[in-house]
């Protein structure tokens, strides 16, 4: 069985048992952590891609892979907008319901079915959540099935070009291999590994594309200093 890395890291942490980070680990890639204190950050310590992204939310907020639920506090208790919080975490939703997020669901995006939604917000590499290229066409059919018709939706994401970057200036993949942006990974904590997942990281122009596609008019709101954007997209319900 697949273990609840994100909940039991939150639930120590919460619990005052914090000893140690999620280890993220990736096949051709070095060993990464995620920090725990992180994912209890404040809005003033939180990056300025996120603040921009909480201040263009309106309207009725779904949360989509909140956490520890601290972009959903922000939004309820000093912007005092409707937030529905949703993690396929169900220790990280208790640890929300604790810091008294009012609306928290275990849910995974694609089991949510409640709609009506004016602003949905995909943060952390939110377009990680697609999974693959191949899915994008899901992820925004179901999107629209969420939100109001000139609703808006908030994600980031990086472009991984940069990794392929040779020396004289060129750019090298192997066309073969797949879109360059899709990654696998499995986390760790203590003694709990989780199975290997796909997670996506798109470049700004196949995302505009395929948003543009599906009938959302794109703009990039926020580029930050290592090839990561906040993107947002406005669903125009013709």
Same mark, same amino acid.
């Given at each position: 069985?697949?273990?609840?890395?994100?909940?039991?890291?939150?639930?120590?942490?919460?619990?005052?048992?914090?000893?140690?980070?999620?280890?993220?680990?990736?096949?051709?890639?070095?060993?990464?952590?995620?920090?725990?204190?992180?994912?209890?950050?404040?809005?003033?310590?939180?990056?300025?891609?996120?603040?921009?992204?909480?201040?263009?939310?309106?309207?009725?907020?779904?949360?989509?892979?909140?956490?520890?639920?601290?972009?959903?506090?922000?939004?309820?208790?000093?912007?005092?907008?409707?937030?529905?919080?949703?993690?396929?975490?169900?220790?990280?939703?208790?640890?929300?319901?604790?810091?008294?997020?009012?609306?928290?669901?275990?849910?995974?995006?694609?089991?949510?079915?409640?709609?009506?939604?004016?602003?949905?917000?995909? #943060?952390?590499?939110?377009?990680?959540?697609?999974?693959?290229?191949?899915?994008?066409?899901?992820?925004?059919?179901?999107?629209?099935?969420?939100?109001?018709?000139?609703?808006?939706?908030?994600?980031?994401?990086?472009?991984?070009?940069?990794?392929?970057?040779?020396?004289?200036?060129?750019?090298?993949?192997?066309?073969?291999?797949?879109? /360059?942006?899709?990654?696998?990974?499995?986390?760790? /904590?203590?003694?709990?590994?989780?199975?290997?997942?796909?997670? #996506? /990281?798109?470049?700004?122009?196949?995302?505009?594309?395929?948003?543009?596609?599906?009938?959302?008019?794109?703009?990039?709101?926020?580029?930050?200093?290592?090839?990561?954007?906040?993107?947002?997209?406005?669903?125009?319900?013709?």
């Amino acid at each position: 069985m697949n273990p609840d890395i994100f909940g039991a890291a939150i639930q120590d942490y919460y619990a005052d048992q914090y000893s140690e980070d999620i280890v993220v680990q990736a096949a051709d890639f070095d060993d990464d952590s995620i920090p725990i204190p992180y994912l209890f950050r404040s809005y003033e310590e939180m990056p300025p891609l996120e603040q921009k992204a909480l201040s263009l939310c309106r309207g009725t907020v779904l949360d989509v892979g909140c956490g520890a639920g601290s972009h959903a506090l922000y939004l309820q208790n000093e912007c005092k907008l409707q937030v529905t919080a949703i993690d396929s975490s169900a220790g990280a939703i208790g640890v929300c319901q604790q810091r008294g997020v009012q609306q928290a669901e275990v849910s995974t995006l694609y089991d949510w079915k409640k709609s009506g939604f004016d602003t949905i917000i995909l #943060l952390m590499n939110g377009s990680g959540i697609i999974g693959r290229l191949q899915e994008i066409d899901r992820f925004f059919t179901h999107l629209k099935s969420l939100l109001q018709p000139n609703g808006q939706v908030l994600i980031d994401s990086s472009d991984l070009a940069y990794l392929f970057m040779e020396e004289d200036g060129g750019f090298w993949v192997d066309a073969a291999a797949g879109y /360059y942006g899709e990654m696998q990974y499995r986390l760790q /904590y203590k003694n709990q590994v989780s199975d290997w997942f796909d997670w #996506l /990281y798109l470049d700004y122009n196949t995302l505009q594309n395929a948003a543009n596609h599906h009938g959302f008019v794109c703009e990039l709101a926020y580029e930050g200093d290592h090839y990561d954007y906040l993107a947002q997209l406005t669903w125009v319900d013709s």
